[in-house]
């Protein structure tokens, strides 16, 4: 990586105050036309040159969801406030604080926050990683053959 | 990486129970006679051939620390239960629940639960990382020359 496109250091210690960091950019996600995300917003915890894995926050408003997508990089999950559901491949299940959820390479994937609270994960990826597949109509068609993805994609696991 | 070698994959949501986990080992250290680390527990939530990064969560129990040491790799550490101190370099820091703390490469560290419950933390590192570092007693003279770092290290910060 060229030295000269390296990021500031950042502080040692940087204080939480709720779900918020000193020194950490809030990133909201526009709301999407093809209703692929929603009231979702970014926090970039630890991204460094000296680092293989970036660690990020996501907070979901209650009634958002993430992008639905998949790619070939893994996706290390742990739920860091309130609960929701989440589609890995063709499983949905329901998650809550502290649990933890694999994406294996090339699984669709959504995380829902279904309950009355906002859902926050916290998501561990690989900081050289390839750029996320959006599904086509007929990947859609697909997935909502089973009643139970289909239910989900609809917001009512 | 040799396939052979490889772990068997994880199921991809495995639930938390308070601070362990669904098929996650705890792995307690033992007592170290150089009193180095004391009261420390160790679960690797994330660890994949496919992932760059690791996940642990670690635990010390009240009055117990981590192994004070250094190395080529970075620590990215988020607090996930209980507050205590740490010392990175020459600063000793009080730290609270999801504060973050980032250790730059070859900086003595240490983490310390110093409040009446324990303190667990998120660490990401390198899959692929060194050896660290123990300090040898002209390290911990030259440390304790600071006063803050001393009364730190005596576990009074």
Redesign the interface.
Same mark, same amino acid.
């Given at each position: 990586m060229d030295d000269a496109t390296n990021p500031p250091?950042?502080?040692?210690?940087?204080?939480?105050h709720g779900?918020r960091?000193d020194e /950490?950019e809030l990133r909201p996600y526009k709301e999407d036309e093809r209703a692929l995300f929603k009231t979702i917003s970014r926090q970039i &915890?630890?991204s460094?040159p000296?680092?293989?894995?970036?660690?990020r926050y996501f907070e979901v408003e209650p009634g958002g969801f993430s992008t639905l997508e998949r790619h070939d990089?893994?996706h290390?999950v742990?739920?860091?406030r309130g609960h929701g559901h989440?589609l890995?491949?063709d499983?949905v299940?329901e998650?809550?604080?502290?649990?933890? /959820?694999?994406?294996?390479?090339w699984t669709w994937h959504q995380f829902r926050a279904t309950g009355a609270e906002a859902l926050g994960f &916290?998501c561990?990826v690989?900081?050289?990683r390839d750029k996320p597949q959006l599904p086509s109509e007929d990947d859609l068609c697909r997935l909502r053959q089973d009643a139970k993805v289909a239910k989900f994609l609809e917001g009512k696991p």
């Open positions: 250091p950042r502080p040692a210690h940087r204080a939480a779900h960091w /950490v &915890l630890f460094d000296k680092l293989d894995g970036e660690l990089h893994m290390a742990m739920v860091l989440c890995v491949g499983e299940r998650i809550k604080l502290h649990d933890l /959820v694999t994406v294996p390479p &916290l561990m690989n900081a050289q």
